[in-house]
């Protein structure tokens, strides 16, 4: 990553290894460039006796800072009171590298950490590789943290169930979401367990024997999973931190064939329709982890199918069960409003940033990004745990976080749902049927709703091949709309006016009426 940086510092989240970067407002005197980068292991990294237990970063800046930047590196290691005696913050210039071709840990003594059960927290003004790791045999005799996902497809009379096994990474979790996506299933549910002495997982389901019902392997089937199958590193058959670029080819290989991260698989085969109940629940149990942990399955008879609409909206339980949108007018339509603006694959990142903008902590969006799976999933249960913890706020900070990450149409599209819709005044047909200034129009529209020029550009008659070429010839959303409301000027003069674009901003089409209400306001203060 490569990204400015100005006084109004930066917040950068790094999706793929949950990795985040604070930048304070005011740290930099003058703008510059921060380059970013970080991954789990690398044959480039030298640690001596010790092994990394986050990901490995990378952060360069060409000036140093006048405050302390702060760098959140998730951990997968059970930490208690031993463990954390045993942790280091260790460090690496570009020297090393230039000098070897890898880089050289050291331990940092200067640099402040705190340690958190799922995430550390190091302090620093100025920039290096960063990693926090332990002596390799305390890494050996340590509890950690993994992940069970549930998957299904369902494909006729046949339910297909898979558990896969993997550490409470995220890297390891988007490469799970990615080989199921690839094979048409969808991840259901995740828990969170950590294995027992024994280091062996095996399952059993509650009834054994279903009515109308056969169950069977999937293909290659385990018993049971072991703790040391789910170590990536003795998977790749090297020493836990020693990696070669043979290894990590190798885990490629079984990556791709699904050969890893372990996984029970089994098939649900409806025998006997007139046997079979219309739904069924079925209790899996799993023995060898450190806490109670069951999955429920739900088998449904074939001539009973509830609709695939129905069921993908049961989805992943929340994290928040005390509060749903039902018993919440506010929280129904935030989530309405908002959840679905980060579907869009620019907008999707700064879900992140929204959430610390709300005032959650790293370390809830870190437990949010663990639990589920896309942008939207990761928004909606913010805005839950944000409305758990402030249930008598009003909509008004979120629509100031949105506000605050550039989002302003999502934020008047906001308000618009909760304003109270006041009468419009009563404006003559002089001012209504006048034409507007294209500099006031930018103002009081454009910038306000800037993403939705193309739809605005629709609603007014313009080209559809013209609006499509606005995308490569100007750069901004801005500039688009600008050359919108030029063209429609020019083509369409007799509807070039107030009250048309009034009419444009209240449709469904755009849905703005807040922006609708500033035009009126204008008008009105203008007689």
Not at 154 to 159: A, H, N
Not at 181 to 200: A, C, Q, R
Not at 406 to 414: D, G, I, T
Request: aromatic letters at 10%; glycine letters at 4%.
């Amino acid at each position: 990553m490569k990204s400015k940086i100005d006084v109004r510092g930066l917040v950068y989240h790094c999706s793929r290894t949950g990795v985040t970067l604070i930048i304070p407002e005011e740290a930099v005197q003058q703008p510059t460039t921060v380059w970013f980068g970080a991954c789990p292991f690398s044959d480039k990294f030298m640690l001596g006796d010790f092994i990394s237990i986050t990901p490995i970063v990378w952060v360069h800046i060409d000036q140093n800072l006048i405050k302390p930047a702060e760098l959140y590196l998730p951990h997968y290691i059970n930490i208690g009171a031993m463990i954390e005696e045993q942790l280091v913050h260790m460090i690496a210039g570009d020297q090393s590298f230039m000098d070897q071709g890898k880089f050289e840990f050291t331990v940092s003594n200067n640099d402040k950490m705190e340690v958190n059960s799922d995430l550390f927290k190091v302090c620093c003004h100025h920039f290096c590789s960063h990693c926090v790791a332990m002596e390799k045999n305390a890494y050996k005799s340590s509890q950690k943290h993994y992940m069970l996902a549930m998957a299904e497809k369902q494909e006729d009379k046949t339910k297909f169930v898979d558990f896969c096994c993997f550490p409470c990474q995220i890297g390891c979790k988007q490469l799970v979401t990615k080989q199921y996506e690839d094979i048409d299933f969808k991840i259901s549910d995740t828990k969170s367990f950590m294995f027992n002495d024994e280091g062996v997982l095996s399952i059993a389901f509650d009834p054994d024997n279903i009515p109308g019902w056969d169950r069977d392997q999937n293909g290659f089937q385990t018993e049971e999973i072991l703790e040391s199958e789910v170590d990536y590193f003795k998977v790749m058959g090297c020493e836990a931190g020693n990696v070669t670029k043979e290894n990590i080819e190798m885990l490629k290989m079984i990556e791709d064939i699904l050969s890893y991260p372990p996984r029970f698989r089994f098939k649900f085969s409806c025998l006997n329709k007139a046997l079979a109940l219309d739904a069924m629940k079925v209790k899996v149990v799993f023995s060898g982890a450190n806490k109670a942990l069951q999955i429920s399955i739900t088998l449904e008879n074939p001539k009973a199918f509830i609709s695939e609409n129905l069921s993908t909206l049961q989805g992943t339980p929340f994290l928040t069960p005390n509060i749903t949108p039902a018993n919440d007018a506010i929280l129904m339509n935030l989530l309405t409003v908002t959840a679905d603006v980060f579907h869009d694959d620019h907008l999707g990142s700064k879900w992140f940033v929204f959430g610390l903008k709300l005032g959650l902590s790293v370390s809830q969006l870190h437990k949010i990004e663990l639990q589920y799976s896309n942008p939207i999933q990761f928004a909606r249960e913010l805005l839950l745990l944000w409305r758990t913890q402030n249930k008598s706020a009003s909509w008004e900070p979120v629509a100031a976080a949105l506000k605050s990450i550039e989002l302003n149409s999502v934020a008047l599209k906001l308000e618009g749902h909760f304003r109270e819709q006041c009468p419009i005044p009563t404006l003559p047909s002089s001012v209504l049927e006048a034409e507007p200034g294209l500099p006031v129009l930018n103002n009081l529209v454009g910038a306000k709703i800037e993403d939705k020029y193309h739809l605005f550009g629709i609603a007014v008659g313009l080209n559809e091949g013209y609006l499509r070429g606005l995308d490569k010839d100007y750069a901004t959303c801005q500039e688009r709309f600008h050359q919108v409301f030029y063209k429609w000027s020019q083509i369409n003069p007799d509807t070039f006016k107030w009250k048309t674009i009034i009419e444009v901003l209240q449709s469904n089409t755009i849905k703005a009426t807040s922006v609708a209400e500033c035009v009126i306001e204008h008008l009105v203060s203008i007689q």
